[in-house]
């Protein structure tokens, strides 16, 4: 499937379009096009903040206008943090992106145009595009940075072209230990503590099933099990070793 | 409801703490935390990568080490971007933000640790928390910037916490026009092709359909009819007027 391209509409600072790049990267987009960057391209400063995705940054492709950027795809979304009073479709970053890979799975080129850092698109470059993308920011501080707008559509890209797939899960290497080995586990912690005295006086059914419930909480692996064990009885060990 | 904190360890660049608040800030995140920044603190240069966000870095707490930072805690999630080896739950942002939410809710205080720039957490800073947060990135270009990795955590947060709600919604102000200014607006444009002989002989049934096919898809608004019937009728006008 093709990729969604990333259209800057003349940025400024070469960390923005470096931050830009290696946002992309994170995400698996590769396909960056710069529209007129302000004073020029390329920029010092760019390759340390894309931060190893010069990748993306060699193979931007420059255009002198919006209408240039857009001329090969067939839909393309405006990001932008304010209405704008155009009659266009409204998507959130992730109902936008499902749109897109609904549109490259057919074999459509999609764009997303991103604007000036301070003063975003101009009304007339969104009225070249099919449909906004806004952001559910807070009202109260709406205005996010160029590198982060592209970084949330990205990540939804990425989230919604893999199923969210994490880098690791995290999984048990070994399943919860036996029955068997936890009972033997209780029974072991419950003699001992027996011969310190630990139980007050009636007590010990109750506190006995409250610490049960403790161990099993934690569906402790055959090691882990082993491991705790071991931490007991050095404990016991220790303090019958001190005794004369 | 309590806020998610957001726990900086050992900071180094001005600008990442900067863009932390400002990203903290779109999401209606405030409270941030910073355990021992590298080189001390306030750093030139953090307030205007804030853009704004004083109050965020204003009200930043600082600590000396993870475990005071985090002491008031009822639960911490550590961000890593590789597997340590630990047997903890692994949570996407937004399955955290619900596990966060819900903790929340109960009235539990929440954290979020992240690492150093370069290094992150240590092994033993991520074995003070109860679980572990990862990004779902490109394994071949896994390394997220400190403030896109917060930025991330806040934008599900808020997404979650607002239903994703949208600042605006393009939504239409009128309703599609009545369809018998539609039909009536067929008649028009049909008659006047038929004044200029648009009409292949006998294709005339199919291409009116066709045509009035597209022009229902615009679904448009009676402004929106009105716009475009005048647009014709200053076609056909001026081409009667500059006949003799």
Redo the contacts between chains.
């Keep these: 499937m093709k990729h969604s391209v990333i259209i800057l509409v003349e940025p400024q600072l070469a960390e923005n379009i470096g931050?830009v790049a290696?946002?992309m990267?994170?995400?698996?987009l590769s396909e960056l096009r710069l529209v007129s960057p302000r004073n020029g391209w390329p920029k010092k400063g760019a390759h340390s903040a894309a931060?190893?995705?010069t990748h993306v940054l060699e193979g931007a492709r420059l255009y002198d206008t919006v209408r240039d950027a857009i001329a090969d795809l067939n839909f393309v979304f405006a990001t932008t943090?304010?209405?704008r009073g155009?009659?266009?479709?409204?998507f959130?970053p992730?109902a936008a992106m499902a749109e897109a890979q609904r549109r490259l799975g057919a074999g459509q080129g999609v764009g997303i145009l991103f604007g000036r850092e301070r003063t975003g698109l101009e009304n007339d470059e969104v009225s070249l595009a099919d449909a906004?993308i806004?952001?559910?920011?807070?009202?109260k501080?709406?205005?996010?940075?160029l590198?982060?707008a592209v970084?949330?559509v990205s990540?939804e890209w990425?989230?919604l072209a893999?199923g969210?797939?994490?880098?690791?899960?995290?999984g048990?290497q070994s399943p919860p230990a036996p029955r068997e080995m936890m009972m033997s586990f209780f029974d072991y912690i419950e003699t001992e503590l027996d011969a310190v005295n630990f139980y007050p006086e009636d007590k010990k059914p109750t506190m006995t099933r409250n610490m049960r419930d403790i161990f099993h909480r934690l569906e402790m692996?055959e090691q882990?099990v082993r491991t705790l064990r071991g931490a007991i009885r050095a404990l016991a060990e220790g303090r019958r070793l001190r005794k004369p």
């Design positions: 931050m290696r946002a990267a994170n995400f698996g931060s190893g995705a943090a304010r209405e155009q009659m266009k479709r409204v959130a992730d906004i806004t952001f559910p920011v807070d009202p501080f709406s205005s996010l940075n590198a982060q970084l949330l990540y990425y989230k893999t969210g797939v994490l880098p690791f899960d995290g048990r692996t882990e």
